[in-house]
């Protein structure tokens, strides 16, 4: 007669299991998965945070841009409107031209804070009978806020009672980076002879 083993009384021969070894191997590849996935979150976030500073800034020159061209270039005296003075802007005239329309509570049209307590900086030039200005940053990673004034119209852009503006929004993000947004436009004087 044959003895038949059931899976119940049948002894344990092959004994499989995890090792230490496996588990440690699995630790290791997890944590380096894990690793990649927070640096990719880390990463989304930073990107979100410049995202966000950038439109904030593209925002602010926007408006002023548009302020300037809604604003006469002459007052009602037939005098050149501060704002439209060629030279590099904010001075202390332009407070009285232009009023800070961001509530940032400076006497000063600049700066701006927004964004969790970030600062903006609002400057700009005008170029007389010109349509078109370059604003030329001398020297790389210097301050973008204080770029030397441009000397002359762009090449072939002259235009006589055309006033070529360029607004620059810069600020230093929390890393201590330089970054700036520049946004150019021309304003017709609208009071001059054609």
């Not at 380096?32 to 990719?40: I, K, L, N, P, R």
């Not at 979150?41 to 930073?46: D, G, P, T």
């Not at 900086?121 to 030397?148: H, Q």
Request: proline share 6%; with cysteine; glycine share 8%.
């Amino acid at each position: 007669m044959e003895k038949q083993f059931n899976s119940y009384s049948s002894p344990i021969t092959n004994k499989k299991g995890v090792t230490l070894i496996e588990v440690l191997v699995a630790l290791v590849i997890l944590t380096v998965g894990m690793t990649s996935v927070a640096m990719m979150q880390y990463m989304a976030v930073a990107g979100n945070a410049f995202g966000r500073e950038t439109q904030i800034a593209s925002e602010l020159g926007q408006e002023l841009l548009e302020r300037m061209r809604s604003t006469p270039v002459r007052d009602d005296t037939g005098a050149v409107n501060s704002l439209f003075v060629a030279y590099t802007h904010p001075t202390e005239d332009d407070d009285t031209t232009l009023q800070n329309p961001v509530g940032s509570g400076d006497a000063d049209y600049d700066p701006v804070t927004r964004a969790g307590g970030m600062t903006f900086t609002r400057i700009w030039w005008v170029e007389d009978d010109c349509r078109s200005v370059v604003i030329n940053d001398p020297v790389p990673n210097a301050l973008v806020c204080t770029p030397a004034p441009p000397d002359a119209c762009a090449d072939g852009a002259a235009m006589n009672n055309v006033k070529a503006l360029a607004v620059r929004v810069c600020w230093t993000d929390k890393n201590g980076g330089n970054h700036s947004v520049t946004l150019n436009g021309a304003k017709w004087d609208e009071t001059a002879t054609p």
